[in-house]
């Protein structure tokens, strides 16, 4: 069955910089990827997501990238602030048809002021 | 526009006692419900998901069970709570399989 790899250490990083959060899968492409920011004892709220057949996507300060020779999705934040930390998810479909999401463990944003 | 209510936020049980959880949607029709579990500090765990009245599909066989009485409820039920049943309890709704998830608030469960 498909397994997401997020990296279990927090990402420390100054205010103005760009953040850049790694998600690696390990089995079949997926048909797509998502990406979710949860904020402490709330739930996951959605923030992109990118197809099969898509290389990049882009919405305001956020950037996901999909490289399905890597097995791998990697999000970035850029000009980042204070209010961007929080955990950030990634997500996608299993190999038993795409009707399950599965999520990885998340990487934990920290941006220092 | 759409919304999600889950409910209670918070519940302390007994291991032993019963479990039910509810879920509803508002705004939409026919949306696909799932059922995760998130313990602390870790991913979430896929537990049950139904894309249409009485369609469950179950990934975890514990002691958890899950129903779809209506179109846009959702239902998780335990006739007897575990201590491995703590946790927080997410309950979401898709338009389509594949797309985004709209999660609910989310219910912390603890099992004394």
């Known amino acids: 069955s498909q397994k997401i790899e997020q990296n279990s250490e927090a990402l420390n990083i100054q205010e103005g910089k760009t953040a850049t959060l790694t998600c690696n899968y390990t089995?079949?492409?997926?048909?797509?990827l998502q990406w979710y920011r949860q904020d402490p004892g709330r739930g996951p709220v959605f923030l992109l997501l990118?197809?099969?057949?898509?290389k990049e996507k882009r919405k305001e300060r956020l950037k996901v990238t999909f490289d399905t020779t890597l097995k791998q999705s990697l999000f970035h934040i850029t000009a980042s602030q204070p209010a961007d930390s929080a955990t950030y998810l990634c997500?996608?479909?299993?190999?038993?048809?795409?009707?399950?999401?599965?999520f990885g463990a998340g990487t934990r944003l920290f941006v220092k002021a | 526009s759409q919304t999600i209510h889950q409910w209670p936020a918070t519940l302390v049980q007994p291991v032993g006692s019963p479990l039910s959880l509810e879920c509803t949607v508002e705004?939409?029709?026919?949306?696909?419900l799932y059922w995760y579990r998130q313990a602390a500090g870790r991913g979430l765990q896929l537990l049950f998901y139904?894309?249409?009245?009485?369609?469950i599909s179950s990934e975890v066989p514990q002691n958890l069970s899950a129903s779809r009485p209506q179109d846009r409820q959702f239902i998780l039920s335990s006739k007897k709570l575990l201590l491995s049943d703590s946790g927080f309890y997410l309950c979401?709704?898709?338009?389509?399989?594949?797309?985004?998830?709209?999660f609910g608030s989310g219910t912390q469960l603890s099992v004394l």
């Open positions: 979401a709704w898709s338009v389509q399989v594949g797309e985004k998830l709209f």
């Open positions: 089995n079949y492409s997926p048909a797509y």
């Open positions: 990118i197809r099969e057949n898509e």
């Open positions: 997500a996608l479909d299993d190999d038993t048809g795409g009707f399950k999401t599965i």
């Open positions: 705004g939409t029709s026919n949306p696909n």
């Open positions: 139904s894309v249409g009245i009485g369609q």
